[in-house]
């Protein structure tokens, strides 16, 4: 997807949660962070587009940025999803080799940022006409960070 797609989607997903304006800001900076990859001389959704990097990101950015944490997780899986979308899918469990997908829209494709765009403005729509809980994500944040070893 492109790189505006991955943005919108991480920042409509941080707002669809109820959280702050600035995290849902940082969470569209997140969003973006997994094509790192070709500036580090990475392969292309490989470990950046894994669960371990969201994982790895998510408990760094706790220990430096606690109130980063959730829209580094929120950025990176968002992203991670989108690009799921992509014919060559994303090496969800690397370090395993094999790449995941669900569909296979182009990066480019009008269609496949079409429906991700879509999905954020229902989200940014279904937060304005529900109220959601967000408490079971913040529990979800302190479980992470207790398996993680850190304190």
Do not use: C
């Not at 600035?22 to 962070?33: E, H, L, P």
């Not at 094509?35 to 959704?45: A, I, P, V, W, Y």
């Not at 997780?73 to 090496?91: R, S």
């Amino acid at each position: 997807m492109l790189r505006k797609t991955h943005a919108i989607f991480a920042m409509a997903t941080a707002f669809f949660l109820r959280l702050t304006p600035s995290q849902v800001i940082a969470s569209g900076f997140f969003g973006v962070v997994s094509d790192m990859d070709h500036t580090l001389g990475l392969r292309h959704r490989g470990f950046t587009h894994s669960l371990l990097f969201a994982f790895l990101a998510y408990i760094v950015t706790s220990l430096l940025f606690p109130n980063l944490a959730l829209p580094a997780l929120i950025g990176i899986t968002t992203h991670i999803f989108a690009d799921m979308l992509n014919p060559e899918g994303v090496e969800l469990f690397y370090p395993s080799k094999k790449n995941y997908r669900i569909a296979r829209f182009r990066f480019d494709s009008p269609v496949g940022n079409g429906l991700i765009l879509a999905l954020s403005a229902a989200l940014v729509i279904l937060r304005f006409k529900y109220s959601v809980n967000v408490r079971p994500l913040e529990e979800f944040s302190v479980f992470l960070h207790s398996i993680s070893g850190l304190k």
